[in-house]
């Protein structure tokens, strides 16, 4: 079976911290994908990020960071120097290999104060 | 190029009645995904469409949902008779055809409240 479990239901930073959001996954393939979306008040979903389970490599993207840890099933994205507009839910999820469906965690409200 | 669009963006009707929700994907994109989420919950699959075959509608509560995508293109999603508990944002995504898992992309969802 395949489960998505993101633990922080609500959290809150000042501006400029650094904040991480953890994703701890479950899954029996030996391939699959990762992924996280960001959804801001406007309602959409915004793909973030895709990694599949053979590429370990942590990925940085300007403030934006993922760590892909096998060994501890976990996916974590790092904000860093966090700002206003990081505001939003994100959501973690999971894609078997020849599954096309993803499976969502509940997702991780960030509001970031000015 | 336009993203996935979902019409309407919010729907409240009564129990009992009718409500067909839409979503047109990314033009070229043959995979086609229905969600859902409830209040406070995962956001949770439905169904997926290749072009216009169902490939796997696992994920449909029951038989009072019904999914089309005549001609491959858009796609409808109609709940009758609605119950309360089919409140709850739903979601369209689309992605390309291919040999590996690509992300989908996501329309704005249909909030619907059935009171």
């Known amino acids: 079976a395949q489960k998505v479990t993101q633990a922080q239901t609500e959290i809150s930073v000042v501006e400029k911290e650094d904040v991480t959001l953890d994703c701890v996954y479950e899954t029996r393939d030996t391939t699959y994908y990762l992924f996280w979306y960001k959804q801001p008040p406007s309602g959409e979903l915004v793909f973030l990020i895709r990694r599949n389970s053979f590429d370990e490599q942590n990925e940085i993207s300007g403030r934006y960071s993922w760590n892909f840890q096998k060994s501890t099933s976990s996916f974590n994205f790092t904000i860093t120097a966090s700002q206003v507009v990081d505001s939003a839910v994100y959501f973690c999820?999971?894609?078997?290999?020849?599954?096309?469906?993803?499976?969502f965690g509940t997702g991780t409200s960030l509001t970031v104060i000015p | 190029e336009a993203g996935v669009t979902q019409f309407p963006s919010h729907s409240v009707i009564e129990k009992g009645q009718t409500v067909t929700l839409r979503c047109d994907p990314i033009s070229g994109h043959d995979n086609l995904y229905w969600y859902r989420r409830v209040m406070g919950k995962e956001i949770k699959f439905l169904l997926h469409?290749?072009?216009?075959?169902?490939?796997?509608e696992s994920g449909m509560p029951n038989n009072r949902f019904l999914a089309e995508r005549t001609g491959g293109t858009y796609s409808t999603l109609k709940v009758q008779p609605a119950e309360l508990e089919d409140s709850g944002v739903y979601f369209c995504a689309s992605s390309p055809l291919g040999n590996v898992v690509y992300e989908q992309y996501f329309g704005p969802g249909t909030r619907l409240t059935v009171t």
């Open positions: 999820a999971l894609s078997g290999f020849g599954q096309n469906q993803f499976y």
């Open positions: 469409f290749v072009k216009e075959s169902k490939q796997d």
